[in-house]
């Protein structure tokens, strides 16, 4: 599904992001992609989203690689791929219902599958119940999961996790991980990058550990190995 090819990206001070970065991820995969500030997991990301350009190396999604499309094929791909970050990025002037169908407005999709898909995802998050609030009038970990369903709604194969729980105190990080984990069982792909080590030694899934831009481990079941 997702295959980094011999992938390095440097930018214009010379400074090394990723060193010759190879491995793939396949269907229903629980990836965690771990390492210290600095190691290259946000780049690494960026260049799955085709937010960025390798310098050499290829970077496939379902076995297109992404760095050869045009500008028209890339919102196809990128809509295949859900993103939730630390910060949430949710409209400040917008309910939890209205962000998460700004994303279906977005994709183009018309009022009746909004109305239907909207309480579904909200339903599946937990958040029934705040359909109807703004950001403001909620708590963090709800922030968290008002920007998962807007990943969701647009029933994607993958769902990327950049430090999702970075801003969130231990007991929403755990409540977070643990609708990471339903949504991988629901049959989502699941890319989680963190440098949360207490989080990653208890998921007990794949772990693959970048260090200064190059992987020097991959785990089936792994643990983060400072």
């Known amino acids: 599904m997702i295959y980094f090819d011999n992938v390095s990206k440097i930018y214009n001070a010379g400074s090394v992001a990723l060193d ?33 350009r390798p310098t050499s190396g290829k970077v496939f999604f379902e076995s297109q690689n992404i760095h050869k499309l045009s500008r028209k094929e890339i919102p196809f791909v990128r809509r295949k791929i859900g993103t939730v970050f630390q910060d949430f990025r ?47 009038e909620l708590s963090g970990g709800q922030k968290q999961r008002v920007a998962i369903a807007r990943a969701l709604v ?39 990058a963190t440098h949360n080590k207490e989080i990653i030694d208890t998921i007990d899934k794949r772990v693959v550990t970048l260090e200064n831009g190059r992987v020097v481990r991959d785990e089936k079941r792994g643990r983060y190995v400072l």
């Open 154 to 192: 647009n029933r994607p194969e993958v769902l990327v996790a950049d430090e999702a729980t970075g801003n969130l105190d231990p007991i929403n990080s755990w409540e977070i991980i643990r609708l990471f984990g339903k949504i991988n069982e629901l049959g989502t792909t699941v890319v989680l």
């Open 20 to 52: 010759s970065v190879s491995f793939v991820i396949e269907p229903r995969e629980f990836v965690s992609i771990v390492g210290q500030s600095g190691a290259g997991k946000s780049t690494l990301i960026k260049l799955l989203l085709a937010e960025e």
């Open 90 to 136: 949710l409209l400040p002037m917008k309910t939890a219902y209205e962000n998460v169908a700004f994303a279906l407005e977005a994709a183009g999709r018309d009022d009746a599958e909004i109305a239907s898909d909207v309480p579904h995802v909200l339903d599946l998050v937990g958040l029934a119940d705040r359909a109807d609030y703004f950001p403001h």
